[in-house]
């Protein structure tokens, strides 16, 4: 974890993270600590209706007797006096990545998780945690759902927590299943046509999104008025390492849409399938572009 953050501040990245360091997996990491869930005889699965996946049964009520992260984020504070985030699965993503053999229904698991959620939020905040971040990549396949109950289910993981609260929504990981699946999508990308409206009627106050290399057509991000906005600047599925410059064009296109002070540059998602190599150049580009883009500002402002 410390040298996670060391990456991070010395690519002049400002709001930190532990790089999740800690963890196997972004959602079934959370879920280990809960009751009611069996690890050791799991079942297959197709997540995110694009790939079979060993994961865990449901096979109780669900309960959290003691936290999950809260002690890493503790140890993660020690480590910057930079601002923090600490990043929880989202209560729909977590119900669509293991198998429900107990509720044998989506909505009323998504508001158990939910509830455990809000819980580790709260103790995550008061170890000093400044963002929650729900990941919610469920949220660009399910969109009816999302409108049926995943936008509830989200604003109560977030409810009253005295710290900004965001939630992640991307096409995910540039693992094979979902760079395949992008490719079957079409010239435009247009699932966040439907979910940012309800996001920006919501309680959250930042939405991270993918744009770099994407075929999101950039005036949706104007559904989003009134949030902020995580642009997605960097391409987590290629190793290809942006420039500073194509870092600053993506930020220059998101601010015809959102005002400066609104915008905060970020990666597409996760970068677990890149090499350390090449994820600290990618920072290094991300800290880079924005440096530009600031500059920019600070003259013409």
Not at 135 to 162: C, I, Q, S
Request: hydrophobic share 45%; charged share 25%.
């Amino acid at each position: 974890m410390r040298l996670a953050v060391a990456d991070q501040v010395e690519a002049g990245i400002d709001i930190i993270t532990d790089g999740e360091q800690t963890r196997r997996h972004f959602v079934t990491s959370f879920i280990d600590g809960l009751d009611g869930v069996d690890f050791e005889h799991r079942t297959t699965v197709k997540i995110r209706q694009r790939y079979d996946a060993a994961v865990p049964r449901v096979v109780g009520d669900v309960s959290r007797s003691h936290p999950i992260y809260v002690e890493d984020a503790r140890h993660l504070r020690t480590l910057t006096d930079q601002p923090l985030k600490y990043q929880l699965p989202g209560p729909m993503t977590m119900v669509d990545t293991l198998a429900d053999e107990h509720y044998r229904d989506r909505e009323t698991l998504a508001m158990a998780f939910a509830e455990i959620l809000n819980n580790e939020a709260r103790e995550l905040v008061a170890a000093g945690i400044d963002v929650i971040q729900f990941d919610e990549p469920a949220f660009n396949v399910y969109m009816d759902d999302v409108a049926a109950w995943g936008m509830t289910a989200l604003e109560r993981a977030a409810a009253d927590l005295d710290a900004k609260t965001a939630v992640h929504i991307c096409y995910g990981y540039g693992i094979t299943a979902n760079i395949e699946w992008k490719h079957g999508l079409g010239e435009q990308w247009r699932q966040y046509e439907s979910t940012f409206p309800l996001i920006a009627a919501s309680s959250i106050d930042q939405v991270s999104l993918e744009l770099a290399n994407s075929h999101v057509p950039i005036e949706l991000v104007g559904l989003l008025e009134g949030k902020e906005v995580m642009a997605g600047v960097i391409d987590v599925a290629t190793d290809h390492i942006e420039t500073p410059d194509e870092v600053a064009a993506t930020i220059r296109r998101a601010m015809e849409y959102v005002a400066p002070e609104h915008l905060f540059p970020c990666t597409n998602c996760g970068m677990v399938p890149l090499s350390s190599d090449v994820s600290r150049a990618k920072l290094a580009a991300l800290g880079a572009g924005a440096a530009i883009v600031r500059a920019e500002l600070s003259t013409t402002g």
